[in-house]
Nanobody, 125 residues
């Protein structure tokens, strides 16, 4: 079994920055891609960012230019640097990963096999 643990959530003010981290543990695991999703209050889970082996990165339009994903996919670690946060970024943030790389699923939940429990990010003045 593979476990993902997210850390770094919290309460911040508009315009602040926050960094989330994710690490995997458990059985030997060959991650091919790691992603971040979020679920705002009362809404469904949505794609935020992803990083694949080779350093290829992907972003949702809503966070492009403000968020930066980094990490070592081979070691199943990922970070999400979030700058200039606004109240619309308030959500539970989930880390996810997959051992398989299927074209076209980078931004979809079904493109990931393992998920963390989530960490709350609240942006409020």
């Amino acid at each position: 079994q593979v476990q993902l643990v997210e850390t770094g959530g919290g309460l911040v003010q508009p315009g602040d920055s926050l960094t989330l981290s994710c690490a995997a543990s458990g059985r030997t695991f060959r991650s091919r891609r790691m992603g971040w999703f979020r679920q705002p209050p009362g809404q469904g889970r949505e794609f935020v960012a992803a990083i694949a082996r080779g350093g290829y990165t992907f972003y949702a339009d809503s966070v492009k230019g403000r968020f930066t994903i980094s990490g070592d996919v081979a070691k199943s670690t990922a970070h999400l640097q979030m700058n200039n946060l606004n109240p619309e970024d308030t959500a539970v943030y989930y880390c996810a990963t997959t051992e398989t790389l299927i074209t076209g699923l980078t931004r979809q939940e079904r493109g990931y096999d393992y998920w963390g429990q989530g960490t709350q990010v609240t942006v409020s003045s």
